[in-house]
């Protein structure tokens, strides 16, 4: 692709062009499976897989150029990456249309990387209609994402990086927004290890989410993502350096643009303490009230 075209469409990826409403969208695979209505819709280009009858946008992939990663969340969890870029295993909670763990590869054709997703019809549908493979070291796990991480901790597993993007935007799986389970994922980290993590910008919830994580974590970054989404980093032994993380987008840059991300998009900053907020627990964990106020 010539250098130009890329500039453009890389600009329009970042938010100059948004991905259409999937309610416009022409459905082109409608199942119910045990979990929820799934769709996959088109509109002006793009193919997105959408839950529930609110046809609430899950993946995105753009038809023409199905390596950029289309939705900006999906983008700004690769600062996950650029805090730790020497990973070499990496967990990611929630499969979607497969996009992440996709780019993952391509970004590293030797990363080892696990994929948990609850509903088996989700990985059919990210198979059939947005070119999710598996190959020797990228494999597919079906399950809840919790038992998953409990089973990996008592294998002796550990990850130099976990994606956590497991909610919906009209339903949150309250057991895995709680201290005990991020105390757990937090465990599953190898030394330097990070976590990147979908969750929610504004709204009731928020606050909690992130008393949440400091609670467990301590200092946390965040990335204020186009479409409500924002993404806290956090790690076992703490953040690099300002210095360190340009350093380490520079050096990821090339391979970056590769999957449609610009520099600018993995800025992160400083999540300030949060305080009066109750952090969720497994016996406090009202996260669907919240978000639903």
């Known amino acids: 692709m ?69 939705l900006p969340y999906s983008r700004g969890v690769f600062a996950g990456l650029v805090a730790n870029p020497g990973a070499k295993r990496a967990l990611v909670i929630g499969l979607g249309g497969g996009v992440i763990p996709r780019a993952l590869r391509r ?37 809840d994402g919790r038992v998953f991480v409990r089973r990996r901790l008592r294998a002796g597993v550990r990850y130099d990086l976990i994606v956590i993007d497991a909610f919906e935007r009209v339903y949150v799986p309250e057991h895995m927004l709680t201290r005990e389970f991020i105390g757990e994922v937090k465990s599953l980290l190898s030394p330097h290890g990070v976590i990147a993590s979908n969750t929610f910008a504004s709204g009731p919830l928020a606050p909690y989410e992130a008393a949440t994580y400091q609670s467990v974590f301590g200092q946390i970054r965040v990335i204020d993502v186009a479409m409500g989404s924002r993404i806290i980093l956090a790690g076992r032994d703490g953040l690099p350096a300002d210095a360190t993380t340009r350093d380490n987008a520079a050096a990821l840059e090339g391979r970056f643009h590769t999957i449609g991300i610009l520099k600018r998009e993995l800025q992160s900053h400083p999540q300030p303490e949060i305080e009066g907020y109750r952090p969720l627990t497994d016996q406090y964990a009202p996260a669907n009230l919240l978000f639903k106020q």
Request: aromatic residues 6%; hydrophobic residues 40%.
């Open 107 to 143: 970004i590293d054709p030797s990363m080892r990387i696990d994929v948990i997703e609850l509903d088996p019809a989700v990985v059919d549908v990210a198979k059939q209609y947005f070119g999710y493979r598996e190959d020797p070291a990228l494999r597919t796990f079906t399950g």
């Open 2 to 70: 010539r250098l130009e075209l890329l500039a453009v469409l890389l600009l329009a990826l970042a938010g100059c062009a948004r991905p259409p409403d999937p309610a416009d969208g022409r459905i082109v695979h409608r199942e119910k499976s045990m979990y929820r209505d799934l769709m996959v819709v088109e509109l002006n280009g793009y193919r997105c897989m959408t839950f529930g009858r609110h046809r609430t946008m899950q993946s995105c992939i753009l038809l023409s150029d199905p390596d950029m990663l289309a």
